[in-house]
């Protein structure tokens, strides 16, 4: 999720007031009652279904295989290219993610549905039918998923700006561990979600790990860092895109300050609230498909225009760095006066920071494992998707760092000297951003309603016509807090990079890690011979509870669970560091006048 991803464009989809589980001529909008409801579910309860599940999605592949007969050279092409099933699936998993908090009101319901007797909750309808409900919505493969996640964490447009903060050594060193560990962080969730996904009890969020782990307190406190997440990207992209605004309106030149800052972020915000008023996104789903063909425009855009030499204006009016040295590159970390991210060790953590927010994007592979036919083969489009990307970081960082050397920028768009092509790139940036930005704020702000405003204020469900006023009503809200956010601190790369630091390594990092202690603590408590689940009476006979059998669990696999904690608390670490290089560079930037809060001055 490096610098602006128009990557994210995966999380395209339907009207974000709306549960994505609702499929015509199904009843997969029917509430689960039993999750939730009138009774509390067990984690054994959780797994015996998904191993159900799991058993029952193996047999349906393997006829599916069967079926489809052998893979031709032709119908491989075909299946990959197919406008229509990435269009669905992207469609589904925006619904999905948007959907988390609208299936607890849905659970509620059906608690007081099935206080009233059993036949009533369930509305007529059989387990059997809200299976084959629940499969219908399942049809992607793992080839549409891999795209999906490309698309969702490709950005590598701060990798320059990180490698000339961190040196070649460092900054391909941290690239490598921060991959590698991303690639970890995802087989947990993906050993998770099929070890307690089911057709009885789905996953469909992030929040729902955490709510099937520690509770409904962890949930809603994973749903608030969502939101709060979602909040942040918008004010990053608000600033980028007025930069982008900024640049265009200055001409070739350069000279003149060109259209005032502050109304070139007013123009994009203007744009963001209305499109935000659009109910459904369906239209839109075409740039899903387009949204890595668009980055490997801007790629290729920066990579052949690097030889006509670095954008010196904006890297002088960013950070201060005076033109007129000659290019140099280090194999270690760059000695004081050579990095635009501060001084030495904060000038690293702040490449760090972007190194970090460039593999973010396991926020949604909840949501993307949840439309899969079969998912225990998300591991291969994980994989190939991380190789993928990292090869792409690497080869894109490296390039440019070793023409603009320290006058590299971030984003690299914008480092471009060529102001026809620099253009270009700020106009392909500025329509793939605005997508993304509309739907950032879609879902965030369904989640911040249904957290805040209908729980806790009690304001109408958003399905309900006073509810749909009140979207209209908080949409122009919402992005104008994200502009004030933006528009405040004016300083792309150390923003992104405490955005990093603080949002996308707890989400990317941390928060696996942490899910990672819990479950196969619980996992290894169990005693297969002498505990077991009853599907009749719901129950499950435990042998013991409290100290011992966690301490029984966690030796299971002490040195796994060690390491898992290790990795939380190092994430933890990381966390802090990241946060405190990108505040001290900022404080340093306000101190000098390099940002101004709310001024007409472009800060490039």
Not at 91 to 98: L, N, P
Not at 394 to 418: D, H, K, M
């Amino acid at each position: 999720m490096a610098s602006l991803p128009p990557a994210n464009l995966a999380l395209d989809g339907g009207d974000p007031r709306k549960s994505s589980i609702r499929a015509e001529n199904t009843v997969a909008d029917v509430p689960h009652v039993d999750d939730g409801g009138n009774r509390v579910v067990s984690f054994e309860e959780y797994m015996y279904y998904a191993s159900i599940a799991r058993a029952k999605e193996k047999e349906a592949n393997a006829r599916f295989i069967a079926a489809r007969g052998p893979r031709t050279f032709k119908n491989v092409i075909k299946g990959r290219i197919s406008k229509y099933e990435a269009h669905e699936v992207s469609t589904q998993v925006a619904g999905s993610i948007s959907a988390v908090e609208t299936d607890e009101k849905s659970r509620r319901d059906g608690a007081h549905a099935a206080a009233e007797g059993a036949g009533a909750a369930n509305y007529g309808v059989t387990p059997e039918q809200r299976e084959a409900a629940s499969r219908a919505l399942r049809t992607a493969s793992w080839g549409t998923i891999f795209y999906l996640i490309t698309t969702d964490i490709l950005g590598p447009a701060g990798a320059p700006w990180a490698f000339a903060q961190m040196g070649y050594g460092p900054g391909i060193a941290l690239y490598t561990v921060f991959g590698a560990m991303s690639y970890y962080s995802g087989w947990i969730l993906y050993t998770i979600f099929c070890g307690l996904d089911s057709y009885r009890f789905p996953i469909r969020g992030y929040g729902d790990f955490f709510y099937r782990m520690f509770g409904p307190g962890a949930r809603h406190f994973v749903n608030v860092a969502q939101a709060l997440l979602l909040m942040v990207n918008v004010a990053v992209i608000i600033l980028s895109n007025g930069q982008s605004i900024s640049q265009i309106s200055r001409g070739s030149s350069g000279e003149t300050t060109g259209i005032c800052f502050v109304a070139c972020m007013l123009i994009f915000m203007a744009a963001g609230f209305l499109l935000g008023q659009i109910r459904t996104l369906q239209r839109l789903g075409w740039l899903a498909n387009l949204s890595v063909w668009l980055t490997a425009t801007l790629v290729i855009l920066c990579m052949g225009s690097v030889g006509h030499g670095p954008n010196y204006a904006a890297v002088e009016a960013s950070f201060g760095m005076p033109p007129g040295a000659p290019i140099q590159t280090f194999a270690g970390m760059p000695p004081p006066g050579y990095t635009t991210g501060g001084e030495g060790f904060v000038a690293s953590l702040n490449g760090l920071n972007i190194a970090v927010f460039s593999y973010g994007g396991a926020l949604l592979f909840a949501a993307l494992m949840a439309e899969m036919r079969h998912p225990v083969d998300f591991w291969k489009s994980l994989l190939i998707a991380e190789i993928f990307i990292y090869s792409l970081y690497l080869f894109f960082g490296l390039f440019v760092y070793s023409f603009q050397g320290q006058y590299t920028y971030n984003p690299a768009v914008q480092g471009i000297a060529l102001y026809g092509i620099q253009t270009a790139g700020n106009i392909i940036s500025l329509v793939s951003n605005l997508i993304a930005a509309v739907l950032y704020s879609n879902i965030g702000l369904k989640v911040v309603y249904n957290e805040v405003f209908h729980q806790l204020l009690g304001f109408p469900d958003l399905t309900t016509t006073i509810g749909k006023l009140w979207w209209a009503a908080l949409v122009p809200i919402y992005w104008a807090v994200a502009f004030i956010i933006g528009a405040s601190v004016p300083q792309f790369s150390y923003i992104v990079g405490l955005v990093g630091a603080l949002f996308i390594l707890s989400f990317t990092y941390t928060f696996p890690a942490w899910l990672a202690i819990g479950y196969w603590v619980r996992k290894d408590a169990m005693i297969d011979e002498e505990e077991q689940f009853d599907p009749v009476t719901n129950t499950y006979n435990y042998v013991d509870h409290g100290w011992k059998r966690w301490k029984r669990g966690f030796m299971k696999k002490p040195f796994f669970n060690t390491f898992n904690i290790f990795y939380f608390l190092g994430a933890l670490v990381t966390c802090a560091l990241g946060c405190y290089s990108s505040i001290v560079s900022l404080r340093q930037a306000f101190q000098s006048n390099i940002a101004t809060s709310l001024s007409c001055t472009p800060p490039l």
